[in-house]
């Protein structure tokens, strides 16, 4: 089968003939990918600030049906409509480190998503069942349902940590998939404003086609923009961006999301944060230094005196994974309005450049 791979080489990603899958445990399943994507946290592998040893099959985000299942899986038959999340636990409550992991990021247990093939291990307690069958769906519907796999329900874990309630404001920052969708959960939720804030027109364009103000930070201040048309400050905002946050000068500045969420926020309020910001080594082990160190100055100060709540990690996307099928089964949410590409597994080193570069929104690979 064809699987994107990563070999160690920042900025260098290439489609390869991998081995397909076999049941190796009794509670194993074998998916046939139809639809895989890139995502922001791919672009960290990309510039070789995360994973483990290369090389890897590459993706984290996936769906398709059952080719076949291991002897003890009993809630998943062959044919059988699933999105698979990106993370991978035993469906024990005790998280043991070595039987919990992470797809696509060089992690043993676990093999990458951007392939034809998957094997996904304790099926029955992590494949996310999809009330259709495969044979009636199309890309559009996949376009929805695969952002379950991860940045929907980290979108709205986001807004739910902010200590989001309907009819509050709110400042998402960072304008790529997992920020469109945290203004969309939050708009679906009924917030009375959203303020979307990046310097990607195309992403600026996108965030106001569903009803957030857009904020171009590259213009202005953005905190200040945000102030002048809510002088309060908004209740909730939320970190969207991670450790590539640039400021207006582009020049990668990690602490300043924390520090304009705090200062954009109202007494009482709440921030929170998924943007990634945990890399200490690159992909082959070795210290960043200055560049990216996890650690920045906090503006505890302000925190402090503002009484604002602060949540941030990362999302287990299983948790909420029925109920935001649940809303795009029933039509209440179509969050795959954030597609802008789809291609063929071959495309795909050109398309991680593209993405990379903010020339893309979404990339869907399709598989025949
Ligand atoms: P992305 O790289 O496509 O989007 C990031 C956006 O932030 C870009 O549009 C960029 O222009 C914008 N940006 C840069 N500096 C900014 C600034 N100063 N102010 C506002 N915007 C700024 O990535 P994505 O796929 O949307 O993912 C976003 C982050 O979420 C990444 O760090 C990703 O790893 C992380 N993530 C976390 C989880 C989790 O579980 N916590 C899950 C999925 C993704
Ligand atoms: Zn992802």
New binding site residues.
């Given amino acids: 089968m064809r699987g994107v791979v990563y070999n160690g080489i920042p900025f260098n990603m290439t489609v390869q003939d991998l081995p397909v899958p076999t049941i190796v445990h009794a509670t194993d399943a074998i998916v046939k990918i139809t639809t895989s994507a890139l995502?922001?946290?791919d672009?960290?592998v990309y510039h070789g600030v995360n994973g483990g040893t290369p090389p890897w099959n590459m993706g984290h985000e996936a769906m398709g049906y059952v080719a076949e299942i291991g002897s003890s899986v009993s809630w998943f038959n062959v044919g059988d409509y699933v999105v698979i999340p990106d993370t991978i636990s035993t469906g024990h409550l005790e998280m043991e480190p070595e039987a919990y992991s992470f797809f696509g990021n060089g992690a043993e247990l676990t093999q990458g998503l951007q392939s034809e093939y998957a094997l996904v291990p304790f099926a029955d307690a992590n494949l996310i069942p999809i009330p259709l069958s495969h044979n009636t769906t199309n890309a559009t519907i996949e376009q929805d349902y695969l952002t379950v796999s991860?940045?929907f329900g980290?979108a709205w874990s986001v807004i739910d940590w902010s200590g989001f309630q309907p009819g509050d404001t709110v400042a998402v920052?960072?304008?790529?998939?997992?920020?469109l969708l945290a203004a969309y959960s939050a708009i679906l939720r009924g917030a009375s404003a959203v303020y979307s804030?990046?310097?990607?027109q195309d992403?600026l364009d996108r965030a106001a086609s569903i009803g957030a103000i857009p904020i171009n930070?590259v213009s202005s201040d953005?905190v200040e923009q945000i102030l002048a048309h809510q002088p309060a400050g908004v209740m909730r905002a939320v970190d969207?961006?991670?450790?590539?946050?640039?400021?207006a000068q582009l020049e990668t500045?990690q602490d300043?999301?924390i520090n304009e969420m705090v200062a954009v926020t109202h007494l009482g309020g709440g921030i929170a944060q998924?943007?990634?910001t945990s890399a200490q080594t690159n992909s082959a082990g070795a210290p960043l230094g200055d560049t990216f160190s996890p650690n920045v100055t906090f503006p505890m100060s302000d925190f402090f005196s503002k009484r604002l709540s602060f949540q941030s990690?990362?999302?287990d996307p299983k948790e909420i994974a029925p109920m935001l099928v649940d809303l795009i089964a029933s039509g209440k949410a179509a969050p795959g309005f954030i597609s802008s590409a789809q291609i063929g597994i071959e495309e795909a080193p050109e398309y991680y450049q593209r993405?990379d570069q903010?020339e893309e929104i979404k990339v869907y690979i399709r598989f025949p």
Wanted: aromatic content about 8%; hydrophobic content about 45%; charged content about 10%.
């Fill in positions: 995502c922001g946290s672009l960290h991860d940045i980290t920052f960072g304008a790529g998939p997992v920020g804030v990046d310097r990607i992403r930070f953005p969207c961006v991670g450790m590539e946050a640039v400021n500045q300043l999301i998924v943007g990634v990690g990362p999302v993405f903010h």
